[in-house]
């Protein structure tokens, strides 16, 4: 049996362990109701703020009343959010609403003391020159997610032709995939011509390409003496060449078929040969057919899928023919190949049917 000492000492512990639960429940309990009332409080604020930011949207004097109640950082970070949301929503550009509230010297403080994602982006997209340097220094992170939107931010900004150079060349060699590369260069306001000189002056390879496979989605390209200027690179290493081909391709100017052809026969490098097979699909089928149905017989396999692949992009002429070169190609690797695409290619259907009804009138 316990001693009276022993019984004595187990009872205070139990008393000591019922109060400790009780302080705790009080304390969660108190900690509950105070969260609340913090939230409604919150909720309140942000419900009063949210039409005095619009307000002074429409009405640009009225920033210095807002300015006096944007003194707390959670309401400058909300202010933040709904101007954010405006601009994006009305697609207009209210960078100079952010320095005169001073909201751009607040996140970039922020991101001095600690770099965040939330307050990177935040700082991108309010589109202020001020925030050059610092998103520049961002945009070196290893984190790639702020190295991107640091980018983003920059090639949104209304800046000078030499800074937007700066970036250029220091995004050409970042960490980034170059088909994000190529979608962040398509956001600065360069025009066609300045493009291309930032390709000419290019010294290395990746730059090049990377240049080349922009240039190459802009409709300027069409004009012929803007894509001349290209011609100078087919006789560059292969990525290069390969990029300038299929760029050379996207005019769809006659001219430039028979130096792709050329290009096809005398080049031993088959993945060269490839881009030349792929970049026939944008011409005219009666010029390139020929060709492309030379390909089709070509001892590289590459070589012989894309050119299937050419022809069957060709519309109607394209189909008829590789109807005709799956039934009568004494090679059955070709007609194989043929029959494949033809039997996956919705159009076949809609053509045979077409053909069908035509008979049947």
């Not at 994006?88 to 996140?107: A, G, M, Q, R």
């Not at 300045?194 to 990377?210: F, I, N, R, T």
């Not at 792929?278 to 396999?301: A, C, I, P, Y």
């Amino acid at each position: 049996m316990f001693s009276d000492n022993m019984k004595s000492f187990i009872i205070i512990n139990i008393y000591f362990l019922i109060s400790i639960n009780i302080i705790l429940l009080f304390a969660i309990y108190y900690q509950t109701i105070k969260d609340e009332v913090k939230n409604k409080w919150y909720e309140k604020v942000i419900s009063n703020l949210k039409p005095k930011v619009l307000d002074y949207i429409e009405n640009e004097y009225k920033g210095a009343k807002l300015k006096e109640i944007l003194k707390k950082d959670f309401c400058k970070n909300k202010a933040i959010d709904i101007m954010l949301d405006y601009s994006e929503k009305n697609d207009l550009d209210i960078n100079k609403k952010f320095t005169d509230l001073d909201l751009d010297s607040f996140i970039i403080k922020k991101i001095q003391k600690k770099v965040s994602i939330v307050y990177v982006r935040k700082l991108a997209f309010m589109k202020v020159e001020t925030a050059y340097n610092r998103l520049l220094e961002t945009s070196s992170s290893q984190d790639l997610d702020i190295s991107y939107m640091s980018f983003i931010g920059l090639s949104m900004m209304n800046i000078s032709l030499q800074k937007k150079i700066i970036v250029i060349r220091k995004l050409l060699f970042s960490n980034i995939h170059s088909d994000r590369i190529i979608e962040i260069l398509n956001k600065f306001e360069l025009s066609f011509g300045q493009w291309l000189e930032l390709l000419e002056e290019e010294e290395s390879a990746e730059g090049k390409v990377v240049f080349i496979k922009n240039i190459n989605q802009k409709q300027e390209i069409k004009i012929e003496e803007n894509c001349d200027r290209l011609l100078k690179f087919l006789k560059d290493e292969k990525e290069i060449k390969i990029a300038t081909i299929l760029a050379i391709s996207n005019s769809k100017n006659e001219k430039y078929i028979d130096e792709l052809i050329s290009i096809y026969e005398n080049n031993k490098n088959w993945e060269v040969r490839v881009a030349v097979a792929k970049g026939l699909s944008n011409f005219n089928f009666q010029n390139v057919h020929e060709t492309l149905l030379k390909m089709t017989r070509d001892k590289e396999w590459w070589i012989r899928f894309n050119a299937v692949k050419s022809i069957i992009s060709m519309g109607e002429e394209g189909i008829f023919a590789l109807i005709d070169l799956s039934l009568e190609s004494e090679d059955k690797n070709i007609s194989e190949l043929a029959y494949s695409f033809l039997s996956s290619n919705k159009d076949v259907y809609n053509i045979v049917n077409k053909i069908i009804k035509n008979n049947e009138v």
